[in-house]
């Protein structure tokens, strides 16, 4: 059953992306562009709505200056205003005509943005438009020993590219715009359907994981009560096709998980994505077969196929289900890889991954509680180094970087949930890492083994705290993500302290946490070996004499 250990490999891969949960940059704050009286607004995105001879076009958007009134947030409060092209076009000059309340589109360089909102305002226009000679927004600052910074009007910078789409439209009529920076929701939908998808991943998974122990639990007991002998390739509490994870892989997830991320960030391009993509189509592939199969087999109709094998060169033996099931998962990956652009390829790719993060947690296993501390610690600083330490060597979090695919074409790697922020009115994505679930996953998983093993009650076991630290630790993450404006947040800072400190304050109160930390087993009595009746008679021990 080789096969079957395909989705361990991808482990790490996946893990590389653990820690990051994001919901756009709107607002930013920047310690280097320090506010001054008269230059202290937060840094905004802006939209700019246009109109062409009264028929609605493009809408571009652009971020909005420190300086200058704060810019309307609500859109039925914007007026719509003409748009004309100053002269001399850097607006540093003093304009060769006046206007009456008309917005200036005027180009960058030659003197500071608050002379060309000063000439502008003069001039009597009511906003100003600047088109960066760069492809990208710039924060439009005011200088530490600027004192004169009484500017009555708003000033918007637009990218290269959506400037000159602007100034295009001007040859062909009359141009309106209307600038406004709406505000997102305090709690957008998104972000509760990914916290309630994260929490019912991990449910599933780990009633599976724990499911599929009990199950060889109950063929071992059944070998042991007819007196044959344990195969050596059994494992107790689980099966030859379970990979248990030791402490030396734990540990060395922080150096392998980091040499991946380094890679991802240092070749991300379009060819790179590509092949992160066939990755992930593969390992795809291989998850949505797996629970697929799993749950088809649960059928009548379906078993006598499930129980059926046939030989397959590289695979071994394969159920004939197995076989039916693989080429629908195959055609859904490649779809999804080949229209994955498209608004509504994200349901494809959370299937994907969903289906993904439970095979692994069904086959990848953590023996103890030792371990799965280890694991989760090294995650914990992996995490925290690379969202926010990084940020000190490489002037940008590479985490954050690379999870949004930001020197690429493309929305993100692969491996993310996402679901799209439909009443957001930036719309975007909200977005986690696979790792933010498969990592505490596996501690879950074996904290449900582990009551089912104990014949522990719900409340009386260790799975329910354990969910309700995960669903505790998660929700903090998003309070925390919509407090710092967006800005991505590594999630396992806050749930692997809620997770493990729930399960070592347990184990202590009850007094289990020697068995927890070590064994990773209750205790049992083997009900299977009898004392000769001689043996029963005679308790003590004969001496030599």
Known sequence: MARRRSPAAVLLVLAALAGVAAAGDIVHQDDEAPKIPGCSNDFVLVKVQTWVDKRERDE?????????????????????TRLLLANPFDCCTTLTQKFAGDILLVERGNCKFTKKAKVAESAGAS???????????????????????????????????????????????EVLVQLYSPDRPLVDTAEVFLWLMAVGTILCASYWSAWSAREADIEQEKLLKDGHEIPPNFEAGGSSGMVDINMASAILFVVIASCFLITLYKLMSHWFVELLVVVFCIGGVEGLQTCLVALLSMSR?????????????????????????????????????????????????????????????????IPNLKVGSALLSCAFLYDIFWVFISKMLFHESVMIVVARGDKTDEDG?????KIPRMFDPWGGYSIIGFGDILLP????????????AAKKT???????WSMVAYGSGLLITYVALNLMDGHGQPALLYIVPFTIG????LGMKRGE???????????????HMHLSPKDSADPEPRRNK
């Open 60 to 80: 571009f958007v652009g971020v909005g200056a420190r300086f200058g009134p704060k810019i309307e947030s609500k859109e039925k409060h914007a007026n719509r």
């Open 127 to 173: 906003a100003i438009i600047i088109i960066n000679d760069k492809h990208e927004l710039y924060k439009m600052v005011c200088d530490r020993n600027e004192t004169d910074l009484d500017i009555g009007i708003p000033a918007v910078l637009l990218p290269k590219d959506a400037g000159s789409s602007l100034q295009s439209l001007l040859s062909s009529g």
């Open 301 to 365: 109709r379906f078993k006598p196929a499930a129980e059926s094998f046939v030989k397959v060169p590289f695979f071994g033996a394969v159920s004939y289900l197995t076989l039916a099931v693989c080429p629908f998962c195959i055609v859904f990956a490649v779809l999804w890889g080949v229209y994955r652009r498209l608004p509504y390829a994200w349901i494809g790719q959370d299937i994907l991954g969903i289906t993904l993060i439970v095979t692994v947690i069904q086959i990848v296993r």
């Open 413 to 417: 790697v692969p491996m993310l949930l």
């Open 441 to 452: 996953g596996l501690l879950i998983a074996f904290a449900l083994r582990y009551d089912w």
């Open 458 to 464: 719900l409340q009386s076991g260790y799975f329910l």
């Open 502 to 505: 729930t399960f070592l304050a």
């Open 513 to 527: 946490l020697r068995h927890l930390w070590t064994r990773g087993q209750p205790e049992r009595v083997c009900t």
